[in-house]
C-alpha cells in the first residue's frame, strides 16, 4: 500500500483537530471582558491552557444559538461578580440598577433551570462602598448565586469552609505566558539598600481600599505615591487630609486612570505596595498578585488572606489599625538593606512562582475542572435524582 500523500496527511490532521475542537469542553464566562482588570483575560488564557473552549456568557451570545449550551452537562457557566451587574456607584454612594437587578435574576432562572455546571468564584463579601440597605441586598444577591452553583471557588483558603467551596491559586500576573519574560527583565534591576524606601498604594482609589485612613496616620518624611483612578469626591477628601496633616511634600497623589503599562512600569519601580483594604470588602487584592514576586516588600491590614500570606512570605508585614502603620514603615526603613538584598528578592520570587505561579494553577485548575467534568458524566449515567450541591 503506497504512503498517503502530503494533501492526504493534512487533510487527516486539519481532521483531527477539528474533532478536537468539537470535542473540547465549553465554558460560559461571565463577564467576558473587563477593561479596568486583567484578571479576566487571565482567566480566559488559562482556560484555554488547559483545554477549554470559552464564550461568552451574555444575552447576545444565548439568543444567536448559545441557549443550547445552557442544557448540556459538559457546559460549565463560569461567574465572576455577577452582583455587580445589579448596582451602580453614583460617586455619591451605590445604588440599585434598575435594568440591573433584573438581569441577575434572569442569569439566576437560567442557572436553575439549564444543565450546565455553575462555578462561582467569590471575590467580595458585598458591593464595595455599599452601605446600610444597598449593602443588605448585594449580600442576599451573593448568596443567592452562591446557593445556586455547583462549585463554589475562592482563592483564600481562609474561606473555604465558610462558603463551602474550593480553594484554587489566584494567578499570578506577571508569571502569565507571553509576559513572563518581559517582567522579569525589570526585576531584576538592583535596589539601593543605601537609601530610604519608596511606598505606593496603586490601583482604583475608592473608599474601600482605606486610603483615607492610612492618609491620617501616615508618618511624615516618608514617600508615598498614591495612583490610579477615582472619583472626584473621594479625591477632594484626600486632598483634605493632605493639607490638614500638610503631607503634601511626601505624599503624590496621581487620580487617574492608569493604562496597564503605566501600572507595570509604577509597580516596578516600587520598593514597597501597601494594600490597605477595609476587612468586610474583598477576600483577596489584586495588586498583591502583581506585587509579590517583584516588590521586595508588601505591607497589608491583617485581613485573613493578608494574615495567610504573612505566613508563606517574611516580606509581607501587617498592621491591625492605622495608628501601627507608622511602626511598621520605619521598620521596613530601618531594614531595607535585608529587604532589598538581591538574593533575598530572587528567593521570594521563585516562591511565589512556586504558589501561586502559572504551571501551579494550570494543575490545579485542570484538576478542579476534570473533577466538575468526571462528576456531570456520573450524573449523565446515573438514574439518581440530580441535586445542587
Known amino acids: ?11 487527516h490532521e486539519a481532521h483531527q483537530a477539528h474533532e478536537v475542537h468539537k470535542r473540547a469542553p465549553r465554558v460560559l464566562l461571565s463577564p467576558f471582558t473587563n477593561t479596568t482588570n486583567p484578571y479576566i483575560d487571565l482567566q480566559k488564557q488559562l482556560l484555554r491552557d488547559i483545554g ?16 443550547v449550551d445552557l442544557f448540556r452537562r459538559s457546559t460549565v457557566l463560569m461567574l465572576h461578580w455577577l452582583e455587580l451587574r445589579a448596582f451602580v456607584d453614583t460617586g455619591r454612594g451605590v445604588v440599585p440598577r434598575l435594568r440591573g437587578v433584573p438581569v441577575v435574576l434572569l442569569y439566576c432562572a437560567l442557572m436553575a433551570l439549564g444543565r450546565a455546571r455553575v462555578v462561582c468564584f467569590v471575590h467580595d463579601h458585598a458591593v464595595h462602598n455599599a452601605r446600610g440597605a444597598v449593602r443588605v441586598l448585594s449580600v442576599a444577591l ?5 446557593w445556586l452553583a455547583d462549585v463554589r471557588i475562592v482563592h483564600d483558603p481562609h474561606y473555604a469552609g465558610h462558603f463551602r467551596a474550593r480553594y484554587l491559586p489566584h494567578p499570578l500576573y506577571w508569571d502569565v505566558p507571553g509576559r513572563a519574560a518581559q517582567t522579569t527583565q525589570t526585576m531584576h534591576a538592583a535596589r539601593d539598600g543605601m537609601r530610604k524606601p519608596s511606598f505606593a498604594i ?24 498614591i495612583a490610579g483612578r477615582a472619583q472626584a469626591a473621594y479625591v477632594d477628601a484626600l486632598h483634605a487630609i493632605l493639607h490638614e496633616r500638610d503631607l503634601s511634600a511626601c505624599v503624590t497623589l496621581d487620580a487617574r486612570f492608569l493604562s496597564d503599562a503605566e501600572f507595570d512600569e509604577r509597580i516596578s519601580a516600587a520598593d514597597v505596595l501597601i494594600l490597605p483594604h477595609v476587612a468586610d470588602s474583598m477576600l483577596v487584592s489584586g495588586a498583591f498578585f502583581e506585587a509579590i514576586g517583584r516588590v521586595p516588600v508588601v505591607i497589608g491590614r491583617a485581613i485573613p488572606f493578608m494574615q495567610w500570606v504573612a505566613e508563606q512570605f517574611d516580606n509581607v508585614l501587617l498592621f491591625e489599625h492605622e495608628e501601627n502603620l507608622p511602626e511598621v514603615v520605619r521598620f521596613v526603613t530601618e531594614n531595607w538593606p535585608r529587604f532589598s538584598a538581591a538574593q533575598t528578592v530572587a528567593a521570594r520570587r521563585q516562591h511565589a512562582i512556586d504558589m501561586f505561579g502559572w504551571e501551579t494553577c494550570r494543575q490545579q485548575y485542570r484538576e478542579c475542572f476534570d473533577a466538575c467534568e468526571q462528576h456531570s458524566r456520573t450524573l449523565r449515567t446515573s438514574p439518581a435524582v440530580e441535586t445542587r450541591s
Open 1 to 11: 500500500m503506497s504512503a498517503p500523500t502530503r494533501e492526504a496527511r493534512q487533510a
Open 52 to 67: 477549554y473552549e470559552v464564550r461568552p456568557l451574555s444575552l447576545r451570545y444565548l439568543l444567536r444559538g448559545g441557549f
Open 142 to 146: 451573593m448568596s443567592l448565586v452562591r
Open 202 to 225: 496603586l490601583g482604583t482609589v475608592e473608599p474601600y481600599k482605606g486610603i483615607a485612613q492610612v492618609l491620617a496616620a501616615w508618618p511624615a518624611g516618608h514617600t508615598l505615591l
